[in-house]
């Protein structure tokens, strides 16, 4: 975990420090969310364990919304250095949840995704349309979920923002030039997280624990407005 905090911070520094930038490009987008299912491991409060595997749901459209944005400055090379947020979120079935002895557990007001990253552009490539530009990028950073989980018969509800563990983020798009300034993008994201979640424990319990690696795959569009 501190290896990828320490390399984030590493690149993000890189980025300031790199040669002046040709442009800076601040990006919007909304889009559909998935998560692919994966094994939960570990044990609540109390230490009954955890051992499943969960069929993750996005949910992408219930509020809080999908969502995310970034700034990236580009340089001469087409190279562009920058920080990314996004907002994703995962929801476990309610059968799961009954499996696992929990009434709650979700990542519901964002399993918040923060990286920094690089990214590669290719404008005029396609010479019978100059206005597409694809492009592709690479990040890497932390996970920062709003955990929201409670025990079968608990009165303790887990509930707030943690930091879980290491991200890594894969993008690949295409953008289109409304003018000068403005552009749309469609892209692709996939996003890795390895999760080390801490369960609030009652009166006389040690905290739980839920392990878990998350996949989430999103299909963007969006606007992106470049200075």
């Given at each position: ?5 320490k390399?984030a911070?590493i ?10 930038a040709a442009e ?5 987008y909304v ?5 692919d299912g994966s094994?939960g ?11 499943r595997?969960?069929?993750w749901e ?11 944005g ?6 001469d090379n087409?190279i562009?250095?920058?920080?990314e947020?996004?907002h ?7 059968a799961?949840?009954a499996?696992i ?9 964002g399993h918040?995704?923060?990286?920094a990253?690089?990214m590669k ?18 990040g890497i ?6 955990v ?9 509800r ?6 879980t563990g290491?991200?890594v983020r894969?993008i690949?798009?295409l953008?289109?030039d409304?003018?000068?300034n403005?552009?749309?993008?469609g892209?692709y ?11 609030d424990?009652?009166?006389?319990q040690l ?9 989430t ?5 969006g ?5």
């Open positions: 975990m501190k290896n990828v905090v390399a911070a690149l993000a520094t890189t980025a300031v420090a790199a040669p002046a800076m490009e601040l990006s919007l889009g559909t969310q998935s998560v094994t491991s570990g044990y609540l409060p109390g230490g009954a364990p955890i051992s595997s969960v069929d996005g949910k992408p459209f219930d509020s809080p919304i999908y969502y995310g970034r700034a990236m400055w580009w340089l087409d562009g250095f920058g920080i947020g996004t994703t979120k995962a929801y476990a079935s309610q799961d949840m499996a002895g929990v009434s709650r557990l979700e990542l519901s007001d918040n995704i923060i990286t990253n690089v552009r290719w404008p005029g490539v396609f010479k019978a349309t100059p206005k597409f530009t694809p492009y592709v990028g690479a950073g932390v996970a920062i979920p709003h929201d989980i409670q025990v079968l018969g608990s009165g303790v887990t509930f707030g923002y943690e930091t290491p991200a894969a690949a798009g953008k289109y409304l003018t000068e403005w552009a749309l993008f892209e994201q996939a996003v890795w997280s390895d999760n080390d979640i801490t369960i424990p009652a009166f006389g905290p739980g624990k839920l392990n878990t690696e998350l996949l795959h999103a299909v963007n569009i606007v992106s407005y470049s200075f």
